[in-house]
């Protein structure tokens, strides 16, 4: 099995920054084997969507609305990922949650909760 700890979330002005991080732990040949890890996003009252992703190799995908604003990025030799939020926006309030791609299977976090206040 695969465990992802996500940190860092809290409450933020808007305008600041926050920086979460995931740490994924569990069965080695598993954890060696990391596609994808990502960051989505669920606001109360609405579906859950993708916010950042990064491959492997490094290839990063943003939401449109974070693009600019958001930086994902991993370690590759720690297991760990991470979500750098500047310029945050009340719209950027939502639970944050981890998730990794180790094919064939999906895992996510428990999800930390990032509230932007005006």
């Known amino acids: 099995q695969v465990q992802l700890v996500e940190s860092g979330g809290g409450l933020v002005q808007a305008g600041g920054s926050l920086r979460l991080s995931c740490a994924a732990s569990?069965?080695?040949?598993?954890?060696?084997?990391?596609?994808?890890m990502g960051w989505y996003r669920q606001a109360p009252g609405k579906q859950r969507e993708l916010v950042a992703t990064?491959?492997?190799?490094?290839?990063?995908d943003y939401a449109d609305s974070v693009a600019g604003r958001f930086t994902i990025s991993r370690d590759n030799a720690k297991n760990t990922a991470s979500l750098q939020m500047n310029g945050a926006k009340p719209e950027d309030t939502a639970v944050y949650y981890c998730?990794?791609?180790?094919?064939?299977?999906?895992?996510w976090g428990q999800g930390t909760q990032v509230t932007v206040s005006s």
């Open positions: 998730r990794v791609s180790i094919p064939p299977k999906v895992y």
């Open positions: 990064i491959t492997s190799g490094g290839t990063t």
């Open positions: 569990g069965m080695i040949f598993r954890i060696n084997n990391i596609d994808t």
